[in-house]
């Protein structure tokens, strides 16, 4: 077997490191943000913590909080349009797969027209501004440029847009491993293998680069 992997992603890893989320976006010059997060983590307080972060480096930001698991192509859709209405220069992913899932495809269609559907067979333009903070360890989707997209009740569309969604930093704060117990970490270990085996039994759509 042979392949190439290629990453071109700034890690974080560390003890506080979300605390550092509006000076990474003004380092790297954006100031308008479209956060993009689940119910969950509205309800750990971890999203009121990324707003006085924002706050304090006076970065406007704009909430969109219908995050569900598979994001479903619509919500990605909806995602979009407001993220354009509101003229954000960035995306932010706050939570784990869905929800970078659904800010990718967000980032997506902030360079490109349509639905996100549309780029099943679609070639899309270089797609920037994309930041993501995974709050769990069971999603390696920071670090890929793989969406995965409900389209269906039975179906999901999987992405592959290889150096065309490019990520300028992404954060893990090492203090949201230390308060999970066995039952989030269980949580986590087994939509890793729902992933993989997703992979190889949906039909598979890739851009076409």
């Known amino acids: 077997m042979e392949f190439v992997l290629e990453q071109k992603v700034k ?5 506080g490191k979300l605390d550092q989320i509006g000076v990474l976006l003004k380092e790297a010059g954006y100031s308008r943000a479209f956060l993009v997060y689940d119910s969950g983590v509205k309800a750990a307080g ?31 859709d909806e995602g979009a349009e407001l ?9 932010v ?24 559907l549309d780029y099943r067979e679609k070639e899309i333009k270089p797609a920037a501004g994309l930041i993501t903070i995974p709050t769990t360890a069971g999603t390696g989707s920071e670090l890929s440029q793989g969406i995965i997209i409900e389209k269906g009740k039975s179906a999901a569309a999987c992405f592959s847009g290889y150096e065309r969604i490019y990520d300028p930093g992404s954060g893990a704060d090492a203090n949201h491993a230390k308060k999970a117990d066995d039952y989030h970490w269980a ?11 997703d992979s190889y039994v949906q039909p598979c759509f890739r851009f076409n680069l």
Do not use: M, W
């Open 187 to 197: 949580g986590c270990v087994f939509p890793c293998g729902g992933s993989l085996y």
């Open 11 to 15: 890690v974080l890893i560390g003890d």
């Open 93 to 116: 992913a706050i939570g784990g797969g869905s929800a970078i899932d659904t800010a990718k495809g967000i980032t997506v269609l902030r360079f490109n027209d349509g639905k996100i």
């Open 83 to 91: 993220c354009r209405k509101e003229h954000c220069d960035c995306v």
């Open 46 to 76: 971890i999203i009121e913590r990324v707003f006085t972060y924002l706050d304090r480096q006076q970065v406007y930001y704009t909430a969109f909080d219908k995050v569900e698991p598979d994001p479903p192509a619509n919500i990605i």
